[in-house]
C-alpha cells in the first residue's frame, strides 16, 4: 500500500509517458502486487491543472489532454478527504522550511495511514528524504 502524489501520477498518465521511467516500474509492482494507491482528494485537481498546462505551453494537444484526463479518472486510486489531514499538513509545511501546504497534505496523508509515500518531486524528497516512508519511483 503506498501514497502517490502528483509527479508520480503525473509521470503515468502524461501524453508520450516514458514507460520505462522509474515512475511507471513503480505502477507496475504496485498493481502487480495489488497493492492499494491512495492519495488526498487534490491530487486530481494538480494532475488536471497540470494536463491543461502542458496544452497550454504546447508540450502536447488538447485531444492527448483529454485523453490522460479519461486515465486519470481511472486509475485504481482510492480518494481520502483533504479536510482531515489538512492539519497535520499545515503543522509539517512550518516544520519544514514553510514547504507548500499541498506537497505535505501527501505526506500528512501517508504518515497517518502508516504507509509509504512515493514522489518524484526532488524539493519534497530533499525536505523528508530523511523519513524512512518517503522515497522517489523505483526503490
Known sequence: ?????ASVVIDWIAPGADPTSPSMKTLQQLTRAND???APELLYVECASALVAGVRRNRWTGIDADAAYGLLMRLPVKSVSDRRHLDRAWE?????????VYDMLYAATAEAAGMVLITADETLLERLGNLGWVRRPGV
Open 1 to 5: 500500500m503506498a501514497v502517490v502524489d
Open 36 to 38: 492499494s494507491l491512495v
Open 92 to 100: 509539517l509545511s512550518r516544520r519544514y522550511d514553510n514547504h507548500p
